[in-house]
T-cell receptor, first 114, second 112 residues
Framework: DTGVSQDPRHKITKRGQNVTFRCDPI?????LYWYRQTLGQGPEFLTY????????KSRLLSDRFSAERPKGSFSTLEIQRTEQGDSAMYLC????????????FGPGTRLTVT | GESVGLHLPTLSVQEGDNSIINCAYS??????FIWYKQESGKGPQFIID?????DKRQGQRVTVLLNKTVKHLSLQIAATQPGDSAVYFC???????????FGAGTRLAVHP
């Protein structure tokens, strides 16, 4: 499968715990995005990487959230001290950035904070 | 299981009919628009896109129309099939890093 992959697909955690999600973009895509989606809503932009550089962060990304893309390939999104309001689907997307604006989405990680 | 678009507006059509899904976008400076299809428990799947210098683009069984005057986008699906049942989102790009702003979504229900 050469699409965007995310791990884990589902995560249940207790309030206050830390969680980390991983995204593997399509090979050679230099642009990587994280979005958050709650039930009944469209995805909301969280942050964007071009190669290893994090170039934009949404105001939705509080200090408890941190994202990295250390080698310009896979990315991780960590949420510290989770809150029930963090429960959502976390989606990763990638694009080639070469004359194409298409973003290809992964299957998402469904986070449930109890 | 979970349901994407729990409280979204629903368009119900008969199998074989044509479907038209509408979307109003927010920013007149947006230069690129995409339609995505999302099935329950899955990530959004690219359907078709259009740049702001065009007003119509056709794909396989799908057509996107862009009316910049009223900031309106529509997706037409010909000969709708049961496999088309999903939630459909339009998204706009405000330029720069191609950050996408998604609309509210519409659930398409196809009945045999």
């Amino acid at each position: 499968d050469t699409g965007v992959s995310q791990d884990p697909r589902h995560k249940i955690t207790k309030r206050g715990q830390n969680v980390t999600f991983r995204c593997d973009p399509i090979s050679e895509h230099n642009r990587l995005y994280w979005y958050r989606q709650t039930l009944g809503q469209g995805p909301e932009f969280l942050t964007y990487f071009q190669n290893e550089a994090q170039l934009e962060k949404s105001r939705l990304l509080s200090d408890r959230f941190s994202a990295e893309r250390p080698k310009g390939s896979f990315s991780t999104l960590e949420i510290q001290r989770t809150e029930q309001g963090d429960s959502a689907m976390y989606l990763c997307a990638s694009s080639s950035g070469q004359g194409s604006y298409e973003q290809y989405f992964g299957p998402g990680t469904r986070l449930t904070v109890t | 299981g979970e349901s994407v678009g729990l409280h979204l507006p629903t368009l119900s059509v008969q199998e074989g009919d044509n479907s038209i899904i509408n979307c109003a976008y927010s920013n007149s400076a947006s230069d690129y628009f995409i339609w995505y299809k999302q099935e329950s428990g899955k990530g959004p799947q690219f359907i078709i896109d259009i740049r702001s210098n065009m007003d119509k683009r056709q794909g396989q069984r799908v057509t996107v129309l862009l009316n910049k005057t009223v900031k309106h986008l529509s997706l037409q699906i010909a000969a709708t099939q049961p496999g088309d049942s999903a939630v459909y989102f339009c998204a706009e790009n405000l330029g720069g890093y191609n950050k996408l702003i998604f609309g509210a979504g519409t659930r398409l229900a196809v009945h045999p």
